[in-house]
């Protein structure tokens, strides 16, 4: 039974008056029972904090399969980090995944606590291993920030630990030698609490790979700094040599296989050249996925020596213990595939396994790892003092410490090759076993031998210009990118195409919006691709007399096209005033495509007056004459709203000038038809950019964000396929490249052609 603390000062205050060693005695056991009690209040929280902790440990599991999946479907068994990366929401979760080992005060008296807290260690270990490829995407200025705070919590786990090891209050365990009472309710003896070595052992040992992770952690910072600035330098130098490439320079257009041939180009610069593919395939990703596997036995093997005690905890954590274990267990187990694979790719997917002599020269430590602590110790430092002894002092200091960092960094990377040797044994095994498997599936049946084009060698980028590439990387590179492009071919907005096949030419370019109309304000007016698409399609959708299902159709085949008419914007049209109409036509798109709204007005309109096609034009000109004249501030709402008045209004003056007085002689069927081809024809004339576009979006100056953008254009290329080859046989005006990204130099071409024919 418990009691309050009101019930304890009335059994307390009974007693104090008797004057003897039993009232003393019985007032002190009822305040030790008193604190207990109120221990015992304190400790109803832990279970959910337990389960808090899984909870965090879940999220890290989850990211990690989800980095596992992504590496499987895009065929990089290097597996990148995509989505369990090295920031501060990941800290964050961390910080709260490795709790356990942080408490310095609750005790761990069973077997299952004392594992729990021993394989959040563990599990500490696997995800640094999992996380040390994601240094590679950031710049110095999120590099150096998060190093440091990664240093920080490993620094103050394992000062944690160390308490803890010199406390005992993790590695005792109770050992219950028959305590309780005999009939006169007297105690018989008392359970004590027995040190356990192994435990002390295991958590020595975590201590030191936590270090030791460490220790790479900063030693590959180091040389990311260095080595990015390579592999950057290297990629210009083979960027301008794919753009002076042969198929480039043929005259006329870029067609399909030739797009296929540039962004194989590119793909296999930013597969080799990535620096998550660098940091992976250096020795320090080979020496902590060694320790990472270390840690998986070591967590095993505990296990197993406490596997008849394993389901007793008695911790104020309680039942939440067991969930803890389980996640975690999981974790380390799935954490591990990741570093692992990365560490083989080090040797079978890099280098050919008859240079590996050549790729781990033990002896030997490349510059990269050490430049950029030369560079710090050639540089200039700022001194407080003018005195020039203590300049002296200073700069003397300066070099010792760097020495000394220069000397431990070469240590840590020779150590790292020796780590690395032991993985190769491993490697040797599984690629004798997979020449087995070939050589075995050879003799029952004949596979044709896909040769890499020797020229696409010169696309490789390495730091090491003496490694021999693997020529299996470049067929897995090759076969990555036809899958790619392959599979995006299937994904042909079809809808867009049955639009396109409505235009002949590039008619409906020049027709859509005369140079007769004056804009609404005395102010130069420009117009885009997409504003013109928009609001045609507006048009069209105001006109109540046509099939549902044909206005569906249209809206569809426009929301298709759109995606890549601002793509086209994106690259080719990303001028000032550009921009601000492109932002309005996408804002005044989503109310068009969702609400089927121009402005706020329903399209169609409910119930007009008269259905002929001029009122219609009349009223919706009429209509966006009154919206521009109301807008009298300078605020964004405001210049988006003149800026799609001024379209509209332009454009449907436009078509009733086209038609004078006999506008009102055609069916809707008619003028909707008549909207659709111009439609298709501004689509046709904008999308012959797409080549230029794919081309664009191969090279991409951010090294963390090449292989995403060459990615993009694969993708791009596979949709677009058909599209690219059905316009290219059509005559394009003479302009030069630059002008056919615009859509007012099409039409001032088209209206001078058409009047000097």
């Not at 296990?303 to 974790?331: A, R, T």
């Not at 240079?355 to 430049?371: A, D, G, L, P």
């Not at 799609?644 to 332009?650: D, G, I, K, L």
Request: net charge positive.
């Amino acid at each position: 039974m418990s009691y309050n603390s009101d019930d304890y000062l009335k059994l307390v205050d009974s007693v104090a008056s008797w004057n003897n060693n039993t009232a003393q005695y019985l007032a002190h056991l009822w305040i030790s029972s008193y604190q207990g009690d109120q221990q015992n209040r304190y400790s109803k929280p832990m279970p959910w904090i337990g389960m808090y902790i899984a909870l965090a440990s879940l999220f890290c599991i989850i990211a990690m399969v989800a980095d596992l999946l992504h590496g499987f479907r895009r065929k990089t068994l290097w597996f990148p980090c995509k989505y369990f990366t090295l920031n501060s929401a990941s800290l964050t979760v961390i910080a709260v995944a490795i709790k356990l080992p942080m408490d310095l005060s609750t005790l761990m008296p069973s077997y299952m606590d004392q594992a729990t807290k021993l394989g959040s260690l563990g599990f500490m270990c696997t995800m640094m291993s999992n996380l040390l490829p994601s240094l590679a995407t950031m710049d110095s200025k999120e590099l150096i920030p998060n190093v440091i705070s990664l240093a920080v919590l490993v620094i103050t786990l394992v000062v944690n630990i160390c308490i803890q090891l010199n406390t005992g209050a993790l590695f005792y365990h109770v050992v219950d030698d028959g305590a309780g009472f005999d009939l006169h309710g007297y105690v018989k003896s008392l359970p004590s609490y027995v040190p356990d070595r192994h435990n002390r052992f295991t958590a020595a040992i975590y201590v030191g790979m936590l270090l030791m992770l460490l220790t790479i952690y900063v030693c590959s910072a180091l040389a990311i700094l260095k080595s990015k600035q390579i592999l950057e330098s290297k990629y210009q130098a083979t960027h301008d040599k794919a753009i002076n490439d042969q198929y480039l320079q043929q005259e006329g257009e870029l067609t399909v296989e030739m797009l296929k041939q540039h962004v194989r180009y590119y793909w296999i610069m930013a597969g080799t050249g990535s620096s998550q593919f660098m940091v992976t395939c250096s020795v320090t990703t080979s020496a902590s996925a060694v320790i990472c596997a270390s840690s998986v036995v070591l967590h095993i093997l505990l296990l197993l020596f406490y596997v008849e005690n394993l389901w007793d905890y008695k911790s104020d954590y309680k039942w939440s213990m067991p969930v803890i274990l389980i996640i975690q267990f999981f974790g380390i187990i799935v954490g591990t595939i990741s570093p692992l694979s990365r560490c083989f790719s080090a040797f079978i997917f890099k280098v050919s396994m008859k240079r590996f002599q050549n790729h781990i020269k033990i002896t030997k430590v490349e510059s990269y790892w050490t430049e950029k602590l030369y560079d710090w110790k050639q540089s200039s430092i700022p001194f407080p003092s003018s005195s020039r002894n203590c300049k002296i002092v200073m700069v003397n200091l300066k070099i010792i410490i760097l020495n000394i960092c220069i000397g431990f960094q070469m240590t840590v990377v020779v150590a790292c090759k020796i780590i690395a040797v032991v993985t190769f044994f491993v490697v040797i095994c599984v690629f004798y076993c997979i020449r087995c498997w070939k050589w075995l599936k050879a003799m029952f049946c004949t596979v044709p031998r896909e040769k890499p084009e020797r020229h696409l060698s010169g696309y490789v980028l390495q730091l090491q210009d003496d490694i021999e590439f693997a020529n299996r990387t470049l067929k897995g590179m090759l076969k990555s990118v036809n899958h790619l492009i392959q599979k995006a071919e299937k994904r042909q907005p079809k809808n867009l195409m049955k639009l396109l096949a409505e235009s002949r030419g590039f008619d409906g370019v020049e027709k859509f919006d005369s140079h007769r109309v004056q804009p609404l304000l005395s102010e130069e007016y420009l117009n885009c691709w997409s504003l013109s698409l928009v609001t045609l399609t507006s048009i069209a959708m105001s006109l109540p007399n046509i099939q549902k299902n044909k206005v569906d159709w249209l809206v569809s085949g426009v929301s298709e096209g759109l995606v890549y008419v601002r793509l086209v914007e994106e690259c080719l049209n990303a001028t000032d005033n550009h921009v601000s109409i492109q932002k309005a036509a996408k804002t005044l798109w989503v109310e068009v495509e969702v609400y089927h709204k121009w402005l706020g007005h329903k399209l169609p309109k409910h119930k007009p007056k008269v259905n002929t096609p001029g009122y219609i034009l009349q009223w919706l000109r009429d209509t966006a004459k009154n919206k521009a004249n109301e807008v009298e501030s300078q605020d964004d709402n405001s210049i988006y709203k003149f800026i799609c008045a001024n379209s509209m209004y332009r454009i449907t003056e436009t078509i009733l000038l086209s038609y004078h007085e006999n506008i009102d002689e055609i069916s809707q069927e008619e003028l909707f038809a008549e909207l659709s081809s111009m439609i298709a024809d501004i689509f046709a004339a904008c999308l012959t950019n797409l080549p230029q576009v794919i081309a664009m979006k191969c090279h991409q100056n951010a090294i963390e964000k090449r292989e995403a953008s060459v990615q993009a254009a694969a993708q791009l290329l596979g949709e677009t396929t058909q599209i690219i080859n059905s316009l290219q046989v059509r005559e394009l005006p003479r302009l030069n490249p630059d002008e056919l990204a615009f859509i007012d130099k099409w039409r001032a071409y088209l209206h001078y052609k058409k009047n000097h024919e």
